[in-house]
């Protein structure tokens, strides 16, 4: 659930260079600030570094909702945004959510990661071409921003909590596999499992995060 941010390839690392702190914050979706962001970066590839912390975590949960290995879902969503620094020059400002166009560019690079698998495993079915509607379906959004915000919370639990989050409900470990990983009782690993489900809960019902 929780995740390493993927590095992004031919760009640079750290906080993008002049841009205001404040322009950055306040950048929702399709808002003037996010068309600010956009040409800054279109002007100078160094600034898509703010995109990239923007909206990073909306992309990863659409593409690790879809693509079910967490390798492969950090490797799809590093290719997402290889492939939009490598787009922006020709990206065109037209109001809608800059969003919508990476989840255009999700949505091909989940396909080509599938037919790419299709070798080894049977290839699951291709996902909704939301970007055929630049507008999106608002559930569909709302649903990826909760998942969004999910992962979020999860990166924020105490360490062995967020372990036993991952093992348990990423790799599908059973209570057993986990208790011997850890070198602890079955009866705790259920305990660390609980308090972290707890803890989420709060965490999305108290509306923090």
């Known amino acids: 659930?929780?995740?390493?941010?993927?590095?992004?390839k031919g760009s640079a690392k750290g906080v993008a260079k002049g841009v205001p702190a404040e322009a950055k914050a306040g950048a929702a979706a399709g808002s003037p600030d996010e068309r600010?962001?956009?040409e800054a970066a279109q002007s100078d590839?160094?600034?898509f570094e703010a995109l990239y912390e923007l909206q990073f975590e909306r992309i990863y949960a659409f593409v690790a909702s879809r693509v079910r290995d967490r390798a492969s879902a950090e490797d799809v969503t590093s290719e997402v945004f290889h492939k939009a620094?490598?787009?922006?020059?020709?990206?065109?400002?037209r109001g809608v959510p800059f969003a919508a166009w990476l989840l255009r560019i999700a949505t091909n690079a989940?396909?080509?990661h599938a037919k790419?698998?299709?070798?080894?495993f049977p290839a699951p079915p291709d996902p909704p071409d939301l970007a055929d509607d630049p507008d999106m379906q608002a559930s569909e959004m709302r649903s990826i921003e909760h998942r969004a915000k999910l992962?979020?919370?999860v990166g924020q639990l105490p360490a062995v909590q967020k372990q036993v989050v991952y093992e348990r409900f990423v790799e599908q470990r059973s209570i057993r596999e986990i208790a011997l990983r850890l070198g602890?009782?079955?009866?705790?690993?259920?305990q660390l499992q609980l308090r972290a489900v707890q803890n989420l809960r709060a965490q999305m019902e108290g509306g923090h995060g």
Do not use: H, N, Q
């Open 184 to 190: 602890k009782t079955e009866g705790a690993v259920k």
């Open 151 to 153: 992962f979020r919370l």
């Open 45 to 47: 590839p160094a600034k």
């Open 85 to 93: 620094l490598g787009s922006l020059a020709s990206y065109e400002w």
């Open 1 to 8: 659930m929780a995740t390493r941010r993927p590095a992004r």
């Open 36 to 38: 600010a962001l956009v």
């Open 110 to 112: 989940i396909v080509d």
């Open 116 to 120: 790419r698998a299709a070798r080894e």
